[in-house]
């Protein structure tokens, strides 16, 4: 009787281990052959050229996706900024890179914890203004000496400059899509408006070549901030949700985190680098 109950024990021993393995092996399978996150990138404009991406937000996002190329698919699809942001919200598969967080945006999107961009402030970039101050608010710019600047529409500045704009209107002039921006420089030029908002070294890479360039002056908007960040913005989706985790994973790890640092030093001069490179640095900390 006792070795009957012993070799019973065994028995359902072995049978438990047996099983353990077996569905172990399920699992890991399962995990292997589990079908990578497929996700459309919307951007305005076409990210790469003959498979060389064309701006610096687009190499870190791929850098991003190479350590999580068995994870997750990425396909860019074209879309207009104000298109961007309606798929985004209606589609359960939508990312969209290098954008700036604001209360309403964040109500509606699903955003990383991490940035993969970090620009110098936005400036008032005015043409052959010489009398106006190196630095003044919006309110001052459009009461005090009634300048018409230009915007472009989809694109946040940031929460508080957003809001002002919207509240207004009448001193904006507003065109839609990236590719529009490169024309309010050019009415800029023309005289046709009096100031647009623009990053710096945005501005000057885009008009190198221009003339006249001596006459622009870019003046801080007051108050100014140190640094603004871009992030990977997400469909408020399972799908989205699993995406953010996978990126923000992916900016973590150190190799990312080093590339997209020591690129930022490069493309800032002096003055900039230092308050650039501390502020994209505390973002990983917190």
Known sequence: ????????????KTY???FLILFNLAFLNSTANSEPLEIKVMDDFIPQANGKPRNE????????????????NIQFVPA?????WKQLSMLPDVCLYNKLKTPEREANALFTRYPIMAFPANRLIVFNMPTLPDSLSLEKAINDYDLTIGVTSGRSYSADIDTFIKNNEKHFFK??????ASRLGQMLFQNKIDAI?????????RYQRAARTDKIRYLTIEPDQAAVFGYIACSPSP?????????????????????????LSELFPAPEQKVIIEAFNNAYVH
């Open 16 to 18: 438990s281990l047996v």
């Open 175 to 180: 065109l839609e899509g990236a590719t529009n």
């Open 57 to 72: 937000a687009t190499i870190f996002l791929l850098e991003a996706v190479k350590e999580i190329q068995n994870e997750i």
């Open 239 to 263: 799908q989205g949700r699993q995406a953010i985790a996978l990126f923000d994973r992916a900016l973590q790890s150190e190799r990312v985190k080093t590339l997209i640092s020591k690129r």
């Open 197 to 205: 908002i623009e990053y710096r070294d945005v501005f000057i890479n």
């Open 1 to 12: 009787m006792v070795y009957l109950i012993f070799g019973y024990q065994r028995s359902m």
């Open 80 to 84: 207009s900024r104000l298109r961007e």
